[in-house]
């Protein structure tokens, strides 16, 4: 239940928002005492995530460096280039252009990427390390690259400084009161906080779609398609690079597994709240729909399209294990 949980809310989520748009539309316009609803459901999402963190994951990380660094430079620093290259190339439209950068500039998934991995026969330890170290350092890191690559790439201005602000607000802040929590709790667990992120994304999503069905009515079959085949290219490239660089590493297949899914991968509730973020600091204007569309799609595709070479590659490590015996 809980590996399908987001995925069908997300599905069930746009449908609802498509069908009747009023309730969603008006709770994402919904502020009071200058606080909206979509900020306290953001809030939580990095809240939970930062009571998740566990620090003590980190103290082995030293022996990893050689991955972690490679991690760190394709998932944080080659993507968004990647994704500048692709919205150019392909002739994105801005707001589909700001949800591939979106995308492209938040740090790996904050499981998927550690299931797929021990799926595919790769080393589960390595891929954690590189997910918590990523997720960790990558909300420092991406209000630097998203804002370079709208200001060269999009007719989209974004003042970094007032783009930091609004990260640590939303993200930086919650995630640390979230690790000082788990440390007063003492690592007090309850199955339901593995279930509100997602139900805040769901909710975010939800809204976000609500608020902009008239647009989304009005886009063609062809755009969506276009749309898809941008966020592929994309993660199809990134699939490739971490393949490629783990190739050149020379690292064990285990660990090459492992970076390709960990660096190529990237996660859905940091690239809304980029975009809720990118929103208020354009003054308050609402989440532009094809650009949290491009951010659904991608995360669809690059859930659906690694399950399948996961799958495979098990086959391989279960053949290996099995010539050893």
Not at 176 to 201: C, E, F, M, T
Not at 202 to 208: G, N, Q, R, S
Not at 251 to 272: M, S
Request: hydrophobic share 55%; glycine share 8%.
């Amino acid at each position: 239940m809980k590996k399908i949980f987001l995925p069908l809310g997300l599905v069930i989520a746009m449908a609802v928002g498509m069908l009747y748009a009023p309730p969603g539309s008006w709770l994402f316009n919904c502020k009071g005492h200058g606080f909206s609803v979509v900020q306290a459901l953001v809030m939580v999402i990095f809240l939970i995530s930062g009571y998740k963190l566990r620090r003590e994951e980190l103290r082995g990380a030293s022996k990893f460096l050689p991955a972690l660094g490679l991690a760190f430079c394709i998932n944080l620093l080659v993507a968004p280039l990647i994704a500048y290259a692709v919205g150019r190339l392909m002739g994105a439209s801005d707001d589909v252009y700001l949800g591939l950068v979106a995308m492209s500039c938040v740090p790996t998934t904050l499981s998927s990427c550690i299931v797929i991995t021990r799926t595919a026969g790769g080393n589960a330890l390595l891929a954690l390390m590189m997910n918590v170290s990523l997720s960790f350092i990558g909300v420092f890191v991406l209000p630097f690259t998203i804002s370079w690559c709208l200001n060269t790439g999009a007719a989209i201005d974004i003042d970094t400084l007032s783009l930091f602000l609004k990260i640590a607000k939303f993200v930086i802040a919650p995630l640390l009161v979230g690790v000082v929590l788990r440390q007063a709790l003492k690592g007090w667990n309850h199955w339901i906080l593995d279930y509100l992120p997602s139900v805040s994304v769901i909710l975010t999503v939800w809204m976000a779609i609500s608020n902009n069905s008239e647009t989304l009515y009005s886009t063609s079959l062809a755009v969506m398609l276009k749309v898809v085949a941008m966020a592929m290219s994309v993660h199809i490239a990134l699939l490739f690079v971490s393949w490629l660089g783990g190739r050149l590493a020379r690292f064990e297949r285990g660990d090459a597994i492992a970076l390709t899914f960990v660096a190529a991968q990237k996660t859905l509730p940091v690239a809304i709240t980029v975009l809720y973020a990118i929103a208020e600091s354009n003054g308050g204007v609402g989440m532009p729909a094809m650009a949290t569309l491009t951010c659904v799609v991608f995360h669809f595709g690059q859930i659906m399209g690694d399950s399948f070479i996961a799958s495979y590659l098990s086959r391989g490590s279960a053949n290996a294990a099995d010539s050893k015996a």
